[in-house]
């Protein structure tokens, strides 16, 4: 038996339609065997609190071994979980190929979809993972500023902690009232050519996400800012909905179904137009490109959408490796502090943001490959918040010691957190999301 393995891990089909996966005594079973395997090794403890939490456990029982903590207490390792995947595709030597085939977070959403089917998830997260209809009725013109003032109220913040669980210092994204949608039309630079490579067709289709669309359409528009630029014909995906990747942290497959299956027609028209697909947020990326295909291995269409999903700037860099990336910038971004988001490294990509913004001239990157803490609605959440600037802080530490000119992440929500991690030492800190940064360099 081999005690470790350096092969690349094998992520094996997701078994959730089966009544088997929801079996209780199956599942504590294996949480039993998986906290075992965890316990002699200890290597992610770094890496979120479902560790420490489960360390702890064990370490204060009285056998000082796994068969000494209640099972009762076993949610409560499940509760820290958040989807990173990093334990997974980054730390553990266990994951198949080898033989005690651990999968944590695959055994962490199997323990979810348990709680949500047993009805044991608290009303205020089904409610913050509805992302769709919440964010249109809150970006409806006038409801809109009103959740932007209730968002800086003091008052109202407070209020939000009791009734509804939300830290009321956990920074909240603004709402726009005019979304990515309104603001451009269906196809932007329709007059250029595209040249396609022999892994790109030359012509994006953006699917804008919830987050892109009403939280920071800023962020698309400097997306097709950069694609025109670079002679690359943009179409905007209005009609998609939510990727699912906040109803699979809560357990909700049924719901990630539907999600897809309704997003899916839309994916495949792009694709049959000769479109290649990316998307703002990596999440949403990884959901198309992971975690669906792992649920629905059988599915030929979710295979058809995967082969044709791209990180953006794994998008340029295919692009630039092919001599059709322009270099004509006009701007140095001097120091950048670039944070590598948790769903953008297990993509296994490498680090594709950082190799493009070295391009720039005079421009020197810090990459930081640590958590941010964000993680979807982890840092928002009263019981969590404090926990998530604790993971927060070693990368919050890092940007300073960087003494960076800007600082930035490919998940615009762990840069609002680690800019609300430096607010004590720097009131104006802002992150800048790389695109961003690439525009400003370009002088668009």
């Known amino acids: 038996m081999r005690e470790g393995s350096l092969e690349a891990p094998d992520r094996q089909p997701l078994d959730w339609q089966s009544e088997a996966f929801f079996d209780r005594e199956s599942l504590y079973t294996e949480l039993e065997r998986v906290f075992d395997i965890c316990h002699g090794c200890r290597r992610c403890v770094s890496l979120c609190d479902s560790f420490p939490t489960l360390f702890d456990l064990v370490d204060e029982s009285d056998t ?6 209640d099972r009762n207490d076993y949610m409560k390792v499940v509760d820290q979980c958040y989807l990173c995947d990093l334990c997974a595709e980054t ?10 085939a651990v999968d944590f977070p695959h055994l962490m959403l199997r323990a979810k979809a348990y709680k949500y089917r047993q009805k044991d998830t608290k009303w205020r997260d089904r409610l913050i993972t509805s992302t769709d209809p919440i964010f249109d009725l809150l970006s409806t013109p006038g409801l809109s500023g009103i959740a932007n003032a209730a968002a800086g109220s003091s008052a109202l913040r407070n209020l939000g902690d009791k009734v509804l669980g939300i830290h009321p210092k956990a920074p909240l994204p603004r709402l726009h ?7 451009h039309p269906d196809d932007v630079g329709a007059h250029l050519t595209p040249e396609a490579t022999d892994r790109t067709t030359g012509k994006v289709a ?12 800023e962020l698309v528009e400097d997306m097709v800012a950069v694609f025109n630029h670079n002679g690359i014909p943009v179409r905007l995906l209005k009609d998609a909905r939510c990727c699912g990747m906040p109803k699979l942290e809560l357990g909700d497959l049924d719901k990630v179904a539907k999600l897809k299956d309704a997003n899916l027609p839309t994916f495949l028209k792009a694709i049959d137009d000769g479109y290649d697909i990316i998307a703002p947020i990596p999440s949403c990326v990884l959901m198309y490109k992971q975690e669906l295909p792992l649920m629905f291995p059988e599915d030929t269409n979710v295979t058809r959408v995967r082969e044709a999903f791209f990180d953006p700037f794994e998008y340029l860099m295919l692009r630039h490796r092919a001599g059709l990336v322009k270099t004509d910038f006009k701007t ?3 120091k950048v502090a670039y ?3 948790c769903h ?18 005079g421009t020197e990157v810090t990459a930081i490959e640590r958590c941010s803490g964000h993680d979807g609605t982890y840092a928002v959440k009263s019981e969590t918040y404090d926990k998530a600037m604790k993971i927060a802080r070693p990368v919050v530490n890092r940007v300073k010691q960087s003494e960076a000119d800007t600082f930035g992440s490919d998940c615009p929500m762990a840069g609002r957190l680690i800019a609300h991690g430096l607010e004590a030492d720097d009131p104006n800190a802002k992150a800048e999301h790389p695109i961003t940064m690439v525009r400003r360099a370009y002088g668009l």
């Open 64 to 69: 000082l071994e796994v068969d000494g903590v």
């Open 91 to 100: 730390k553990c030597p266990y994951l198949p190929p080898h033989e005690w």
């Open 177 to 183: 009232s005019r979304t990515s949608s309104a603001r």
């Open 206 to 217: 953006i699917y804008i996400t919830c987050y892109g669309d009403h939280n920071e359409p």
């Open 332 to 334: 140095s971004l001097g």
């Open 339 to 341: 944070h590598v988001a």
């Open 344 to 361: 953008q490294r297990v993509q296994n990509i490498g680090m594709k943001t950082r190799d493009f913004l070295k391009l720039i001239d």
